[in-house]
């Protein structure tokens, strides 16, 4: 049974910085890609950033560039989202997804999901 549990959401002040972590079980081998997306109320589901399995290269949205950083552990199968000088409209749920696709940002090509983390930046 695939299972990708999200973690470290939080409240934070402007400027401030939170650590997501995604833990993985029951991925089958053909799984290539992690990533993270989020969706604030009203609006659509936005791709973050992705790495591949073996980390040897990632994929961010430029929304979140030169602030956020995407990592692996492998050995523990966790998939983190460092994310640094958070800004309000950073406000949403962020999911974790798995996709056999290489680093791709569309939402479709994911095929599973974690149940979401709410993050919350006020000003």
């Known amino acids: 049974q695939v299972q990708l549990v999200e973690s470290g959401g939080g409240s934070v002040q402007a400027g401030g910085s939170l650590r997501l972590s995604c833990a993985a079980s029951?991925?089958?081998?053909?799984?290539?890609?992690m990533g993270w997306f989020r969706q604030a109320p009203g609006k659509e589901r936005e791709f973050v950033a992705a790495i591949t399995w073996s980390a040897s290269a990632t994929k961010y949205a430029d929304s979140v560039k030169g602030r956020f950083t995407i990592s692996r552990d492998n050995a523990k199968n966790t998939a983190l989202l460092q994310m640094n000088s958070l800004k309000p409209e950073d406000t949403a749920a962020y999911f974790c997804?798995?996709?056999?696709?290489?680093?791709?940002?569309?939402?479709?090509?994911?095929?599973?999901w974690g149940q979401g983390t709410q993050v919350t930046v006020s000003s």
């Open positions: 029951g991925l089958p081998s053909s799984v290539y890609t």
């Open positions: 997804a798995a996709s056999i696709k290489y680093l791709s940002a569309g939402y479709y090509d994911y095929d599973y």
